[in-house]
């Protein structure tokens, strides 16, 4: 095991009589990616703002490479950096001043602070748009400056709060590629998300997050390997299914072995631990007067271990996600 640079020991947080963080314990290895996977609501961004000092403990300690700064954590803001969710960037400020302020906020010289700026503005593909005021900025471009401040002072730990949530296909790529490259390079990344494949992509170990309590801990590879006892179909319907409980309820009495839910309103998941032969549920089904699109035998994901340990549909956690 690589050096722990993050320790959270018993971590609580009470908001009145509600509990957003119960009882949490953890730790971050050095130059790992670490990611808190979990649906809206389950105390990630929480988690992060007290391991960050933004959130006061109510309960439990915090180590940065094995020194407890519980009550001190603003001791550890020179060696991490932080992208919340929402850009704190200025909006009538330039790409490149907002960086330059940035870096006068850590302390760096003016000739220090400008270099990294423009090193900064050519790593992130932002040269074109160094003097266009940040409110001008798309999404994705707002996202790229904010993970850019985050690095001016060349961190050890990098936060990331849902770092890919709200921008389009093409910008999520390339911020998911410079996350890979600076994890490459050294850089600790402490990531929140719900997009279960990009938990997947990038991070070495993952810790499934629900209603303030961790499930599970463990990598990618363990995780995926845990579902790999069971076997799955998946069937796609060619519209929604109208009362999907009855229709599983059906399912179960005439299959006794298996188990199912639908993943989303047209599309049931069959989960047995022993070989599933498909073409007896596919004609089942279709005896329901429902019109099926596709049947397809499934292999075991990061999707399902989620699943199967929090009973979440990634499907569903998506479109909670899109609410807010």
Not at 105 to 117: C, P, V
Not at 302 to 316: H, N, R, Y
Request: proline share 2%; net charge neutral.
């Amino acid at each position: 095991m690589r050096e722990k640079i993050i320790e959270a020991k018993n971590l609580i947080k009470n908001y009145g009589d509600f509990t957003a963080v119960n009882d949490i314990s953890f730790w971050v290895e050095k130059g790992e990616v670490f990611g808190l996977l979990g649906p809206n609501g389950a105390g990630k961004t929480t988690t992060i703002n007290l391991l960050i000092g933004m959130a006061k403990i109510s309960s439990g300690k915090v180590y940065y490479d094995g020194v407890d700064l519980t009550r001190s954590i603003k001791k550890a803001q020179e060696i991490i950096g932080i992208v919340a969710d929402e850009s704190n960037l200025y909006d009538e400020m330039s790409g490149y001043d907002n960086l330059c302020f940035c870096g006068s906020l850590y302390g760096l010289s003016k000739s220090d602070r400008e270099k990294k700026a423009k090193d900064l503005l050519n790593t992130f593909q932002l040269n074109e748009a160094a003097n266009k005021k940040f409110k001008a900025y798309s999404k994705g471009m707002k996202r790229k400056l904010t993970i850019a401040a985050a690095l001016i002072h060349n961190p050890q730990i990098l936060y990331l709060d849902e770092p890919t949530s709200g921008i389009d296909v093409a910008s999520a790529r390339q911020i998911r590629d410079l996350i890979r490259k600076l994890n490459q390079k050294g850089t600790t990344v402490f990531l929140t998300t719900h997009y279960i494949e990009e938990a997947e992509r990038l991070c070495d170990r993952i810790a499934f997050l629900n209603r303030g309590k961790i499930i599970k801990i463990d990598s990618v590879n363990n995780l995926i390997n845990e579902s790999k006892d069971e076997n799955i179909i998946e069937v796609v319907f060619d519209e929604n299914v109208s009362d999907k409980e009855q229709l599983s309820a059906k399912l179960n009495e005439k299959f006794t072995y298996i188990t199912c839910h639908f993943k989303n309103d047209n599309t049931i998941k069959i989960i047995s631990l022993k070989p599933i032969d498909i073409s007896p549920i596919v004609q089942f089904l279709s005896l329901q007067n429902i019109f099926i699109i596709e049947a397809r035998l499934h292999r075991p994901s990061l999707e399902d271990a989620f699943v199967k340990l929090t009973g979440i549909e990634i499907d569903l956690m998506k479109k909670d996600k899109e609410k807010k």
